[in-house]
């Protein structure tokens, strides 16, 4: 390097001070040169335009001036550290810093300082660039950033909103289709009914006159029965005749089985007035009548009432009950809720063969009313029979072993109560039925709770 004739000093020496000035002048840095004693003895073009002086006000002022006061120790005592070690955090690399225009507005700048030594004397010529557009813009940047990200997260509260709209909607939906339905089946149940009903009441009044006639006719028969040597005495043809009738009729075993066939005859009779009952009970055509009920005792009546069943099948009763609002209703159809309910649960329980089967019952006070769960780890409900659970006559049991009104009949009262019941079928296996009842408090205000 030292034979390559350096070409700036080449250029300095045949341009002489033109070329200080003339660089110095159109710069659009500012540049800013400073004696020891911290007086300003050079500004350039750019510096007088960025600082805001008129032209060579700055000459002879301290370069404090040039930055805010907050600044002045901390930049002194960094001189200071120059002078005495000639090491310097603000020597030889652009920093940042906040420079002073003449109307006391600070501004952002990156500074770069080099030192320059005449003789005995120290210059420092500092090199300052206006950095507030630059900074200004970085604001605006940043303001615009965090503006899309408040719109960004409102798009995705209102979306989550959206969405949770969405699936209420498609459950209310659900619902209504589900109310409708049952609605309809409802007044299907009850013109069943009635019109069963009629029929029903007068073959149960024949049946009886039947009963009672043949009765009377078979003791007539043992009259004969008796006369029959007799009868074979004075007319041996019309006993053989007799004889070939009974023998025809077989009626031996008729007689022998005579109360049992009317016994089954009045035990299906008594089947099909149950039905029609349940259906009406479905079709909600009686009214019942209200009184307060203590849900809890209801709940634990029904639970005596399939005590043998829980045994049987080794079942535990886990109970979580917490103190319930007074709730106005017919103790006798919830008891029926309950027990249906219990029921099914202990049916699924066997179903799924599970050792312990557990049932699981809540009470607590919910929304201005009284809920209680029943929930059982048993087999679960499919998807595919959801929908039909509270259909009349809706069953997955065998033949004989449900007749598929549980439920339905279930869903019918509660809602004679204004209440709602629902099922759902447990991730962890297992179905839970939630039944909720209006307390009759009427202003919705629940009982303090306590585990009982
Ligand atoms: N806890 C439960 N777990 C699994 N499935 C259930 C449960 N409860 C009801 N189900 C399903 O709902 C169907 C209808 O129940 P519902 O009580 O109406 O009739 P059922 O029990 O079959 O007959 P019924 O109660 O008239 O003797 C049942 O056959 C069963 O498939
Ligand atoms: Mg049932």
């Known amino acids: 390097m030292t034979e390559q004739p350096n070409r700036i000093e080449a250029l300095t020496q045949r341009l002489g001070s033109h070329f200080a000035a003339a660089l110095l002048h159109d710069l659009s840095d500012a540049v800013v040169v400073v004696d020891e004693s911290g007086q300003i003895c050079y500004v350039n073009p750019a510096g007088e335009r960025v600082l805001d002086y008129r032209h060579g006000i700055l ?6 001036r040039l930055i805010p006061a ?26 940042e810093l906040v420079g002073l225009r003449r109307c006391g507005e600070p501004f952002p700048a990156e500074i770069s300082l080099t030192v320059c030594y005449r003789d005995t004397e120290t210059y420092f010529i500092a090199i300052l660039r206006d950095r507030s557009e630059e900074h200004a813009l970085r604001q ?7 503006e899309l990200e408040r719109r960004n997260a409102e798009l995705h509260e209102r979306t989550r909103e959206l969405e949770a709209t969405l699936r209420t909607l498609a459950e209310t939906q659900a619902q209504l289709a589900q109310t409708e339905r049952l609605a309809a089946l409802g007044h299907l149940a009850a013109g069943i009914a009635h019109e069963v009903n009629n029929p029903l009441a007068f073959i149960g009044n024949n049946l009886a006159v039947i009963e009672r006639d043949y009765r009377a006719v078979l003791e007539l028969v043992a009259s004969y029965r008796r006369g029959s040597p007799a009868i074979a005495a004075a007319d041996p043809g019309l006993a053989a005749e007799i004889r070939a009738r009974e023998e025809r009729i077989d009626l031996d075993y008729v007689l022998a089985h005579f109360d049992r066939i009317f016994t089954g005859t009045r035990e299906g009779l008594r089947r099909v007035r149950d039905i029609v009952q349940s259906l009406r009970d479905f079709a909600r055509m009686e009214e019942p009548e209200l009184q307060a009920i203590d849900l809890l005792a209801c709940l634990e009546q029904s639970l005596e009432m399939v005590a043998f069943r829980i045994e049987q099948l080794g079942v535990r009763v886990e109970r979580e009950y917490r103190e319930l609002p007074t709730v106005r ?6 008891n029926q809720v309950f027990l249906n309910l219990l029921d099914n649960a202990l049916d699924a329980i066997q179903q799924a063969g599970r050792h312990p089967g557990i049932v699981r019952l809540r009470a607590e006070p919910v ?8 929930c059982d780890n048993g087999c679960g ?7 039909n659970l509270f259909t009349p006559f809706f069953t997955t049991k065998e033949p004989g072993a449900g007749t598929g009104l ?23 296996g297992g179905a839970c039925f939630r039944i909720w009842l209006p307390s009759s408090a009427g202003d919705g205000a629940a009982v303090p709770a306590g585990r009982r």
């Open 140 to 146: 605006q940047i940043e303001a615009h950033a965090r």
């Open 367 to 374: 929304a201005g009313g009284a809920q209680i769960e029943i």
């Open 329 to 334: 209703g017919h103790p006798g159809k919830i």
């Open 406 to 428: 549980g439920l339905s009949i279930s869903y019918g009262i509660v809602k004679a109560h204004g209440g709602t019941l629902e099922a759902e079928s447990l991730p962890t």
């Open 59 to 64: 000459i002879g002022m301290p370069f404090t």
């Open 70 to 95: 907050e600044y002045h120790e901390p930049v002194l005592a960094e001189i200071a550290r120059f002078r005495e070690t000639g090491a310097s955090e603000l020597v030889g690399r652009p920093r």
């Open 381 to 387: 409900i499919p998807d595919a029979v959801m929908p």
